[in-house]
């Protein structure tokens, strides 16, 4: 069984910064690959950001140059750096741990970029 726990999800101003963190356990394939997704109300769960095992990150177009993801292998723990946040930001962010063929979702953790 494995779980993952997200924090850090928040209110903040058009401009600011927040950092999600994801924290997995349980029995955990050593050779994944761990994401963000973000669903807004009324729209589908997108892509944020994902870095495959031993690999580099990779973004969607929206939040290149704002968003930076990082993982740390040893305690199966990663991050979600975003800055100049906009209010199309505006979702729940989910973080996603992928072994082999099973993946698995955090419970969400609602951002919200307003005045």
């Known amino acids: 069984q494995v779980q993952l726990v997200e924090s850090g999800g928040g209110t903040v101003q058009p401009g600011g910064s927040l950092r999600l963190s994801c924290a997995a356990s349980?029995?955990?394939?050593?050779?994944?690959?761990v994401a963000w997704y973000r669903q807004a109300p009324g729209k589908v769960r997108e892509f944020v950001a994902r870095?495959?095992?031993?690999?580099?990150?990779n973004y969607a177009d929206s939040v290149k140059g704002r968003f930076s993801i990082s993982r740390t292998y040893a305690n199966h723990t990663w991050y979600l750096q975003m800055n100049s946040l906009k209010h199309a930001d505006t979702a729940v962010y989910y973080c996603?741990?992928?072994?082999?063929?099973?993946?698995?979702w955090g419970q969400g953790t609602q951002v919200t970029v307003s005045t």
């Open positions: 996603n741990l992928v072994c082999g063929t099973t993946s698995y």
């Open positions: 349980g029995s955990i394939f050593s050779r994944n690959a």
């Open positions: 870095i495959p095992y031993g690999g580099l990150p």
